[in-house]
């Protein structure tokens, strides 16, 4: 049994951008709706990897769909909500940076516990256990391939480690990245 996860591709965004809050919010909008930068190497590698017999889940989001049309070509994809990046608040700051370090300010914050208006760590570790249940009841008839966003791979690929699930994950998913985890039916 295998449960595959794959990062998105790189999102056609400009992460070096400064802005205020309220740039930073309609950044963060256009990242949500962003396609990726298509790498047809690396999505040929990811569909070498992940190849075989396995069903295909990916993320409602954008640059998750893009990435598992350019890898899975024409096989099915089960698009869901559930798998959706780890929603970050808006954390009000009177500060003006490049919207990757709103990101990292956003993510610390928000593990910390401050923030408003977006799913609440706990919110969001109890939808990643959902994906996780779901993701090993589907690995029960065949291996799965999960094309969905970095925190969220590595929330789930922890889960599945504490599970009993073997593999390597690396601390930091990069884009195309792919976290195999596998334990015997």
Request: glycine residues 6%; aromatic residues 10%; proline residues 2%.
């Amino acid at each position: 049994m295998k449960i595959y996860l794959v990062r998105h591709g790189e999102p056609l965004v400009d992460r070096s951008q400064k802005a205020n809050l309220l740039g930073y919010a309609k950044w963060r909008r256009s990242y949500h709706h962003a396609a990726i930068k298509l790498d047809a190497e690396k999505a040929a590698a990811v569909a070498r990897r992940v190849d075989g017999k396995t069903k295909y889940f990916s993320s409602d989001l954008k640059r998750a769909v893009h990435t598992a049309a350019a890898v899975a070509q024409e096989a099915d994809v089960v698009r869901e909500k559930l798998f959706r990046e780890m929603e970050l608040p808006l954390v009000v700051l009177p500060i003006r940076a490049r919207c990757s370090s709103w990101l990292i300010v956003s993510r610390l914050l928000w593990l910390c516990g401050f923030g408003s208006r977006g799913e609440s760590f706990r919110q969001a570790r109890a939808r990643m256990r959902r994906a996780v249940e779901r993701s090993v009841e589907e690995a029960q008839s065949q291996d799965v391939v999960l094309f969905g966003h970095g925190l969220m791979n590595y929330f789930i690929a922890t889960e599945l480690k504490k599970a009993g699930w073997r593999g390597s994950i690396p601390s930091r998913i990069k884009y195309w990245d792919v976290v195999v985890l596998e334990r015997n039916a």
